[in-house]
């Protein structure tokens, strides 16, 4: 199965509504887990991390909190800006340092 | 600006055609990547470079051939391609296989494959 799995696309909100963004993964351990977006016609930039079970990543208004009782790491902001407008990657480290994407999940603000 | 630049931004080619996408880094990193980005699938990690060494071939196609000259400059040279390898190209960039959270990547290279 894929080690991470987040929420199909497209979400569509309007500007100033909350957002969550599900993934959740398998692995055996306890694995760095990471949000990274791509903003329309750029690559992909590292939007926050978390190291530990518990640790909560945060950047940019947006906040991930790796659960491991659920093996879970959600995105979540608490008002959306038109300029949030993007793609959303869930990702993890593998064993062997691979980093693991999601498949993605496509954001439309409207104003 | 991530440090990581890529060209051509796109490029159409024909299925006979051999062509390359170029990637270089300035930011003094060690290990580069070559990932693969289609619609509606995962990001696929195609080729590793540590310190010039190749690491890593996720059972890529020859007809995708990788080329690492120093630690800054990466090439995917593609020859005799298929519709379906249509996507982009992303390169990326850490300092070094082992640091996944200080990956930078590229803008990307628009392949089309007509």
């Known amino acids: 199965g894929d080690s991470v799995t987040q929420m199909e696309g497209p979400v569509t909100l309007s500007e100033e509504a909350f957002l969550t963004i599900n993934c959740t993964y398998t692995a055996t351990g306890y694995p760095s887990l990471f949000w990274y977006v791509q903003y329309p016609g750029e690559g992909l930039q590292l939007l926050l991390k978390?190291?530990?079970?518990?640790d909560k990543g945060s950047n940019k208004g947006f906040e991930a909190t790796y659960r491991k009782e659920t093996t879970s790491f959600h995105l979540e902001k608490g008002s959306v800006q038109v300029s949030d407008s993007a793609v959303y990657f869930c990702?993890?480290?593998?064993?062997?340092?691979?980093?693991?994407f999601g498949k993605g999940t496509r954001l439309h603000i409207l104003p | 600006e991530t440090g990581v630049t890529q060209t051509p931004r796109h490029l159409v080619m024909g299925m006979t055609n051999k062509k390359s996408l170029k990637c270089e880094q300035h930011?003094?990193?060690?290990?580069m990547y070559w990932y693969k980005q289609s619609a509606k699938k995962p990001l696929e990690l195609m080729f590793v470079?540590?310190?010039?060494?190749?690491?890593e071939n996720n059972s890529v196609p020859s007809r995708f051939s990788p080329e690492c000259p120093n630690s800054s400059h990466l090439f995917l040279h593609l020859h005799t391609l298929q519709p379906e390898d249509s996507a982009l190209y992303l390169c990326?960039?850490?300092?070094?296989?082992?640091?996944?959270?200080?990956?930078?990547f590229g803008e990307g290279s628009w392949l089309t494959v007509v």
């Open positions: 470079y540590n310190f010039k060494e190749q690491t």
């Open positions: 990326a960039s850490s300092q070094d296989e082992a640091l996944a959270n200080t990956i930078y």
């Open positions: 930011l003094g990193h060690n290990a």
């Open positions: 990702a993890r480290v593998e064993e062997d340092d691979k980093i693991i």
């Open positions: 978390a190291t530990k079970a518990d």
